[in-house]
């Protein structure tokens, strides 16, 4: 009889790739380089799009918005657009259909499941050799967790010994109360779904009398499997969350007692939420800061992506210089400056193009104040060399 293979927590794999297969790879990539090169650009393009249509809507939005009291429905409001405050409450209780947890007037129930599985971590390290062929060192690392999500171990290197069950049989889920009010207004459950004031409860605050069979309490919530203190794979821990009827503030657009979102002029969308108590001035000044994050977010990404596919697209200058090591890193550090200089002007002259399609008025101004900014110096130089070109003798005089 065969002996069992022996099982390991770490395994080291070593390749050696080729010089031939390097070169072929590298051209390969130009295709795939160029693709995420032109690909960033007209996601910078888009982009900016974007925030410009959001810029002017949210104008127009500051400019429309007219805050009401939550007490009444008034119908002369019907269609405009509002800011309301106050607290969002609720009379439902919610329960988890599964472990019988309950808790009354909740805006959200959370049940959060996590179950302890393998899972495998990757490093690897290069090294590249004289005649161009790179050896790769592959380390897999195996070890235990808690997740949300399964993990497939029929997709690990070595599964071996480290086998995860095929199905959760209870997932993390959430439930919403059918009816929340804001006053006198119903809230949507898309409002409902975006307050996020989450607090932990433990499981004895609720009226459950009744646990499922293998279900046992552990800390703050419920525990499936044998010992809590000494997990197996497979087992599962559960917690709960929920959201309790808090303040809020809203901008959007009155309609029938509820609220929907307010379309701009541009066809831009006004459906803002945020937790506390607030005036219109605060709502959009947050609303602008986000969109301004939200655009630099994508600009620094779009960067990112099109200096990676500009250096897709000269790997093959690297690869050809590795057949001497030190040629290749030589090679490989002036790649990397070249690809970020043209990553860099590339996307800041795609902005430039973008602006002064989506926002002309602005990006000429801007255009004529750097204009005006880089003439003064040159006419202050000139002026100063025509001053140093006058009769010294005259200059005297003059201060005399």
């Given at each position: 009889?065969?002996?069992?293979e022996e099982v390991f927590d770490e395994v080291t794999?070593?390749?050696?790739?080729?010089?031939?297969?390097?070169?072929?790879?590298?051209?390969?990539?130009?295709?795939?380089?160029?693709?995420?090169?032109?690909?960033?650009?007209?996601?910078?393009?888009?982009?900016?799009?974007?925030?410009?249509?959001?810029?002017?809507?949210?104008?127009?939005?500051?400019?429309?918005?007219?805050?009401?009291?939550?007490?009444?429905?008034?119908?002369?409001?019907?269609?405009?657009?509002?800011?309301?405050?106050?607290?969002?409450?609720?009379?439902?209780?919610?329960?988890?259909?599964?472990?019988?947890?309950?808790?009354?007037?909740?805006?959200?129930?959370?049940?959060?499941?996590?179950?302890?599985?393998?899972?495998?971590?990757?490093?690897?390290?290069?090294?590249?050799?004289?005649?161009?062929?790179?050896?790769?060192?592959?380390?897999?690392?195996?070890?235990?967790?808690?997740?949300?999500?399964?993990?497939?171990?029929?997709?690990?290197?070595?599964?071996?010994?480290?086998?995860?069950?095929?199905?959760?049989?209870?997932?993390?889920?959430?439930?919403?109360?059918?009816?929340?009010?804001?006053?006198?207004?119903?809230?949507?459950?898309?409002?409902?779904?975006?307050?996020?004031?989450?607090?932990?409860?433990h499981v004895s605050d609720s009226n459950n009398t009744?646990?499922?069979?293998?279900?046992?309490?552990?800390?703050?919530?419920?525990?499936?499997?044998?010992?809590?203190?000494?997990?197996?794979?497979?087992?599962?821990?559960?917690?709960?969350?929920?959201?309790?009827?808090?303040?809020?503030?809203?901008?959007?657009?009155?309609?029938?007692?509820?609220?929907?979102?307010?379309?701009?002029?541009?066809?831009?969308?006004?459906?803002?939420?945020?937790?506390?108590?607030?005036?219109?001035?605060?709502?959009?000044?947050?609303?602008?800061?986000?969109?301004?994050?939200?655009?630099?977010?994508?600009?620094?990404?779009?960067?990112?992506?099109?200096?990676?596919?500009?250096?897709?697209?000269?790997?093959?200058?690297?690869?050809?210089?590795?057949?001497?090591?030190?040629?290749?890193?030589?090679?490989?550090?002036?790649?990397?400056?070249?690809?970020?200089?043209?990553?860099?002007?590339?996307?800041?002259?795609?902005?430039?193009?973008?602006?002064?399609?989506?926002?002309?008025?602005?990006?000429?101004?801007?255009?004529?104040?750097?204009?005006?900014?880089?003439?003064?110096?040159?006419?202050?130089?000139?002026?100063?060399?025509?001053?140093?070109?006058?009769?010294?003798?005259?200059?005297?005089?003059?201060?005399?």
């Amino acid at each position: 009889m065969a002996d069992e293979e022996e099982v390991f927590d770490e395994v080291t794999e070593e390749t050696t790739e080729g010089y031939g297969s390097r070169l072929s790879n590298s051209f390969s990539g130009i295709c795939f380089g160029l693709l995420l090169f032109f690909g960033s650009g007209v996601t910078l393009f888009w982009n900016e799009g974007v925030a410009a249509k959001r810029y002017v809507a949210l104008k127009q939005g500051s400019k429309l918005a007219m805050e009401v009291k939550n007490n009444v429905v008034l119908p002369e409001n019907e269609g405009k657009l509002v800011v309301i405050s106050g607290t969002a409450t609720t009379e439902d209780t919610l329960i988890d259909p599964d472990f019988g947890f309950q808790s009354s007037k909740t805006l959200q129930l959370r049940r959060v499941a996590e179950m302890y599985q393998w899972s495998e971590k990757k490093n690897t390290k290069t090294e590249k050799k004289t005649g161009g062929s790179k050896t790769t060192i592959t380390t897999y690392t195996y070890e235990k967790k808690w997740s949300q999500v399964l993990i497939n171990s029929d997709k690990f290197n070595k599964s071996y010994g480290h086998i995860n069950p095929d199905v959760m049989k209870y997932e993390s889920s959430t439930w919403t109360a059918a009816k929340v009010t804001l006053g006198a207004f119903n809230l949507p459950s898309s409002e409902v779904l975006r307050i996020n004031t989450w607090t932990d409860t433990h499981v004895s605050d609720s009226n459950n009398t009744t646990l499922l069979s293998g279900v046992k309490p552990s800390g703050t919530g419920y525990y499936v499997g044998e010992n809590p203190s000494s997990p197996q794979v497979g087992d599962i821990r559960v917690t709960f969350s929920v959201v309790l009827p808090t303040d809020i503030t809203i901008v959007a657009q009155q309609s029938e007692g509820t609220f929907v979102p307010f379309v701009t002029n541009n066809g831009g969308s006004i459906d803002l939420l945020k937790t506390g108590i607030y005036g219109k001035e605060l709502m959009f000044s947050a609303a602008n800061k986000e969109n301004k994050i939200a655009t630099w977010a994508i600009r620094v990404i779009g960067i990112l992506a099109m200096y990676f596919g500009m250096s897709l697209i000269l790997d093959p200058i690297v690869v050809l210089s590795d057949v001497l090591p030190f040629l290749g890193t030589i090679a490989e550090i002036g790649v990397s400056l070249i690809s970020w200089v043209v990553a860099i002007v590339t996307s800041f002259v795609v902005i430039a193009v973008a602006w002064i399609f989506y926002r002309p008025v602005v990006a000429y101004v801007l255009l004529g104040v750097s204009a005006l900014l880089l003439a003064v110096p040159c006419f202050l130089k000139k002026k100063g060399s025509k001053t140093a070109s006058e009769d010294p003798t005259e200059s005297t005089q003059l201060l005399a």
